[in-house]
């Protein structure tokens, strides 16, 4: 769908964007959860609209110009994670991840996401953990020495059920 999201609270506008199923939706924290080990929050990282309806309704302040990580920053001081998974390696400049570790204490990992085979080193950089679906891509960073672990993921099947309500439609 390409609706727009209409104007509404930052948990409304969260809810259309995982109805609308919006980039990898809420399946990473539907998985988690189901272990009963894990509480999880999604963030839409680079999505402006809902990012600013987020500092707006937390009364933050942030850069105008570096928006991206000046909210997730906020955002990381206000939920205070232990782990922190990264499926969004563009918005996430080197270094990043160590200054992260830096400020806030309580983050015990930070784990990225290569699913499409980047191999490169350098975008991971400061990660505690790379998982990925693809067996050579596991292979190639624990050989440029980060740790690595396959992570094969299925295809939800909801996104199934919500194909075959609309061509009922």
Same mark, same amino acid.
């Given at each position: ?59 933050? +302040?942030? #850069?105008?110009?570096?928006? =991206? !990580? @000046?909210? &997730? ?5 206000? %939920? ?42 350098? +975008?991971? #950089?400061?990660?505690?953990? =790379? !998982? @990925?679906? &693809? ?5 190639? %960073? ?28």
């Amino acid at each position: 769908k390409n609706n727009i999201i209409s104007l509404s609270s930052y948990d409304g506008m969260l809810d259309q964007l995982i109805e609308q199923r919006f980039g990898w939706s809420d399946y990473w924290k539907q998985a988690l959860e189901s272990m009963e080990s894990f509480e999880a929050t999604e963030i839409f990282l680079n999505y402006k609209k809902i990012q600013e309806q987020w500092a707006k309704e937390h009364n933050v +302040l942030f #850069e105008k110009k570096n928006w =991206v !990580l @000046s909210i &997730l920053e906020k955002q990381i001081d206000a %939920y205070k994670p232990e782990i922190i998974f990264f499926t969004d390696f563009g918005n996430i400049p080197r270094g990043f991840c160590a200054a992260l570790k830096r400020k806030f204490s309580y983050i015990k990992m930070i784990i990225g996401w290569d699913g499409v085979g980047h191999n490169d080193p350098l +975008l991971y #950089e400061g990660y505690d953990l =790379v !998982l @990925s679906s &693809l067996p050579s891509v596991v292979t190639f %960073y624990q050989q440029c020495g980060l740790r690595s672990k396959l992570f094969v993921y299925g295809f939800p099947t909801i996104v199934l059920c919500a194909i075959n309500v609309a061509k009922q439609l």
